[in-house]
Structures are given as structure tokens and as C-alpha cells.
């Protein structure tokens, strides 16, 4: 069994930045694709971003783009999101999923083991 731990949220004024981070322990699998979803009172959770094993292949959504960044540290079973020039509408619980079998999905049904998320709030 795989535990995630999300760390690095926080509130911060439009514009600012914050770097969340999210540790695996237990039977970590450093072949796992990593995801980054969020979730806000009464909607459903929606993807953020996602990376591969090599951290090669990377997916974002469109409303992040340019914005946020993902990355991983096998050595330290470590997923990173930079989070650059915070908007108001990126206000949300953060959480960090993970999927054996590697394969990047876009969909919160695919992964396997998941955080318990982290508040990121951005004032106006």
C-alpha cells in the first residue's frame, strides 16, 4: 500500500506563487504516473496535471498551461507543482494521486492511491 502526503499550501495573493509537494511512502513504485487534481466545495475534482515515471511525458490542463509546472524526484518518491501567478479561480484542495500501472489518464476513476489534500487559497 502506497501513502501520499501533500505539503506547500497555503494562502497568497494573486499573482504569487507556491510549490506544493507530495511524498509517497509504503510500497512506492517509482514507474507510477503522478497526477495533481483539485476539488472545490460542491464541484467535481478535475485534473491538473499529470507526469510519467521519466517525468517525459507531461500533461496539463488547458487552464493551468503556462502556469504551473510538474515534476517528480524518484530518489526522493517526491511529486512537485510550481504554481506561478495565482489566480483567484485556482483557489481549491489540492491532491496528489498515483496510478501503477504508468499509464497518464486525465481521469480521477484511473488512479490508484490518493492524498489527503491540501488547501490552496488565492485572495483577490
Known amino acids: 500500500q502506497v501513502q501520499l502526503v501533500e505539503s506547500g499550501g497555503g494562502l497568497v495573493q494573486a499573482g504569487g506563487s507556491l510549490r506544493l509537494s507530495c511524498a509517497a511512502s509504503?510500497?512506492?513504485?517509482?514507474?507510477?504516473?503522478m497526477a495533481w487534481f483539485r476539488q472545490v466545495p460542491g464541484k467535481e475534482r478535475e485534473f491538473v496535471a499529470c507526469i510519467d515515471w521519466s517525468g517525459g511525458v507531461i500533461y496539463y490542463a488547458d487552464s493551468v498551461k503556462g502556469r504551473f509546472t510538474i515534476s517528480r524526484d524518484n530518489t526522493k518518491n517526491t511529486v512537485y507543482l510550481q504554481m506561478n501567478n495565482l489566480k483567484p479561480e485556482d483557489t481549491a484542495v489540492y491532491y496528489c494521486a498515483g496510478r501503477d500501472s504508468g499509464i497518464l489518464s486525465v481521469t480521477v476513476a484511473a488512479y490508484d492511491y490518493w492524498g489527503q489534500g491540501t488547501q490552496v487559497t488565492v485572495s483577490s
Open positions: 509504503g510500497r512506492t513504485n517509482s514507474r507510477a504516473a
